[in-house]
């Protein structure tokens, strides 16, 4: 659950930054609210997750934020019929 905090002035942290329980979740809401993500928040994901980590959920972050810009700028409708229907996925359907 995401709530806009204030901080105390000691910590020196901006009142803008996201308490999440969900580091990709305060991650994801920063990247579209604010355009990118805190100092803060990219130090915690670094740590938690390596460079390597935190590289590929910034890049899907980006993905599918861009992604839904781009379906609404466009004004793409939304699919409302089942495109599948009952067929199964080729992939159930492999012999190992």
Do not use: C
Request: no cysteine.
């Amino acid at each position: 659950m995401f709530h806009l905090g204030a901080y105390p002035s000691s910590s020196g942290r901006p009142a803008y930054e996201i308490y999440s329980e969900d580091l990709s979740q305060r991650a994801s809401w920063l990247a579209d609210a604010l355009g990118g993500l805190t100092d803060h928040t990219l130090s915690t994901m670094l740590d938690s997750s390596g460079p390597v980590l935190t590289r590929k959920y910034a890049v899907t972050i980006a993905w599918f934020s861009m992604l839904s810009l781009f379906l609404n700028a466009t004004r793409t409708p939304l699919e409302t019929t089942d495109k599948i229907g009952s067929r199964t996925s080729p992939l159930a359907n492999r012999s190992s």
